[in-house]
């Protein structure tokens, strides 16, 4: 199994701020994808984003951004203008092979 | 939209009974997951099956087993509940392209078991 560390366990951000989730991780694969993963307070995990290892690019959705150092293997999640429903428990996952490690999760609350 | 569901959000069960959750998805995947979710951990993988009948072990397998008779249907079962195994359990399915797991994880809103 690989290691994958979300040194955070719970941060708070002011509304309207921006917040950086940090993750590392340890893979041997070479041709991989990482996934942000959030999971609202009693509802369903559902994606935040997906980075594609092999492109230079880190991605964006909307407010949120990663920031993806390949040597360093860290994935970090960024949210910008941050809203009171980003208030949620977010794991990060990055896939070998047929499986999906996560994280044991960042609890980020939005302070209003 | 791809729909995963779980036939129990909340379940209470003795020690010693036999439990079974079941995850149904809708969109013809090849992969589906059990997950278990305990504060502090993250999520932990139980079993994973990427294809009909067949099955693999993830990290915590101990005191569980897993069928998958038809596509659309992933069983997880306890065959002897204990107290430790009070749990959020999450069940997921996935797509894949060229081997790989590229494809999004869809999450069923959770089965909460507890064992008394």
């Known amino acids: 199994a690989q290691t994958v560390t979300q040194s955070q366990p719970e941060m708070s951000v002011q509304e309207a701020e921006t917040v950086t989730l940090s993750c590392t991780y340890d893979t041997s694969e070479s041709n991989y994808y990482l996934f942000w993963y959030k999971q609202p307070p009693s509802r369903q995990m559902i994606l935040v984003i997906r980075?594609?290892?092999?492109?230079?690019q880190n991605a964006t959705e909307n407010r949120f951004s990663v920031n993806f150092q390949k040597a360093a293997k860290s994935f970090s999640l960024k949210i910008s203008d941050s809203q009171l429903g980003d208030t949620a428990m977010y794991f990060c996952a990055p896939p070998t092979g047929n499986q999906f490690y996560f994280g044991t999760g960042t609890s980020l609350t939005v302070i209003p | 939209d791809v729909k995963v569901t779980q036939s129990s959000r909340y379940l209470v069960k003795r020690t010693g009974e036999k439990v079974f959750l079941e995850c149904v998805q809708d969109?013809?995947?090849?992969?589906m997951f059990w997950y278990r979710q305990d504060p502090g951990l993250g999520l932990r993988l139980i079993y994973f099956s990427y294809d009909v009948k067949m099955k693999e072990k993830g990290d915590i397998p101990e005191g569980y087993s897993v069928s998958r008779e038809k596509k659309e249907r992933f069983s997880l079962i306890l065959e002897s509940a204990s107290t430790n195994q009070t749990s959020m359990y999450l069940c997921a399915s996935s797509s894949l392209q060229d081997g790989l797991n590229t494809g999004e994880l869809f999450f069923g809103e959770g089965s909460r078991l507890t064992v008394l």
């Open positions: 969109m013809d995947h090849e992969n």
């Open positions: 980075q594609e290892a092999y492109k230079q």
